[in-house]
C-alpha cells in the first residue's frame, strides 16, 4: 500500500519561497506514476498545482506556472515543491498525490497525503 | 477559477437518491476526457469515489454510480445516508489547462 507524507514549514513569510517534500513509502517513486502536488485554500475547492515523473518531466499549472518548481529526488524515494514570491493567497492545505498507471491512461488519484497547511503571514 | 462547475450544495434525506453535475466544455468533458469523483470527509484528504466516468474503486459501496454525457457529468448517490455527508469534486483534464477540480459540491443530510 502506497503512502505519502508531506513535510515542510508551517508558516512563510510574503515575498518568501514556500518548499515542501513529500516521502513516498510502500512503492518506489520510480514507478510509472505521475506525482503531483494539488492544494486547497482554506474552505474552498481544490486547485491543481503541477506534477513530475521520476525521468525529471513536468507539468504544471499555467496559472502558477512561473512560480512553481517541482523536483525528484529517487535517491531517497521523494518529491518536492517549491512556490516562490508567496502572497496571503497561498495560504492553503498543499497535499501530494500519485495518478494511476500510465499505461492504462490513469489519470485519476488513488493515492493523497494527509495534507499539510501552509499559512503565508508575517 | 475552475472550468468545472458543479452546484454548491445539495441535499435529501436518509434514503432518497441525489445527483451531482459537473458542466464542462468542448475543452475538457466535452473533448473526451474521462471524469473521475472524489469525497473529501471534513478535515481529510480527498478520496477516489468514481473513476474513468463510471467505475468504483474496490471498497466503494455501490450506491455511489457516475455517468458522463456531452460536455457535462453526474454523480449519483442513491439510499442517501448520514456517512455520505461531505464534499464532492469532479475532477479532468483540460487541453489548456491540465488537470482541472470542479468547484466542489456539499451534500448534506436533512
Known amino acids: 500500500q502506497v503512502q505519502l507524507q508531506e513535510s515542510g514549514p508551517g508558516l512563510v513569510k510574503p515575498s518568501g519561497t514556500l518548499s515542501l517534500t513529500c516521502a513516498v513509502s510502500g512503492g518506489s517513486i520510480s514507478s510509472s506514476n505521475w506525482w503531483s502536488w494539488i492544494r486547497q485554500p482554506p474552505g474552498k475547492g481544490l486547485e491543481w498545482i503541477g506534477e513530475i515523473y521520476h525521468s525529471g518531466s513536468t507539468n504544471y499549472n499555467p496559472s502558477l506556472k512561473s512560480r512553481v518548481t517541482i523536483s525528484v529526488d529517487k535517491s531517497k524515494n521523494q518529491f518536492s515543491l517549491k512556490l516562490s514570491s508567496v502572497t496571503a493567497a497561498d495560504t492553503a492545505v498543499y497535499y501530494c498525490?500519485?495518478?494511476?498507471?500510465?499505461?492504462?491512461?490513469?489519470?485519476?488519484?488513488?493515492?493523497w497525503g494527509q495534507g499539510t497547511l501552509v499559512t503565508v503571514s508575517s | 477559477q475552475s472550468v468545472l462547475t458543479q452546484p454548491p450544495s445539495v441535499s435529501g434525506a436518509p434514503g432518497q437518491r441525489v445527483t451531482i453535475s459537473c458542466t464542462g466544455s468542448?475543452?475538457?468533458?466535452?473533448?473526451?476526457?474521462?471524469v473521475h469523483w472524489y469525497q473529501q470527509l471534513p478535515g481529510t484528504a480527498p478520496k477516489l469515489l468514481i473513476y474513468?466516468?463510471?467505475n468504483r474503486p474496490s471498497g466503494v459501496p455501490d450506491r455511489f454510480s457516475g455517468s458522463k454525457s456531452g460536455t457535462s457529468a453526474s454523480l449519483a448517490i442513491t439510499g442517501l445516508q448520514a456517512e455520505d455527508e461531505a464534499d464532492y469534486y469532479c475532477?479532468?483534464?483540460?487541453?489548456?489547462?491540465?488537470?482541472?477540480f470542479g468547484t466542489g459540491t456539499k451534500v448534506t443530510v436533512l
Open positions: 498525490a500519485r495518478k494511476g498507471a500510465i499505461a492504462a491512461a490513469e489519470d485519476f488519484y488513488h493515492y
Open positions: 468542448s475543452s475538457n468533458i466535452g473533448a473526451g476526457y474521462d
Open positions: 474513468g466516468n463510471s
Open positions: 475532477q479532468s483534464y483540460d487541453s489548456s489547462l491540465s488537470e482541472v
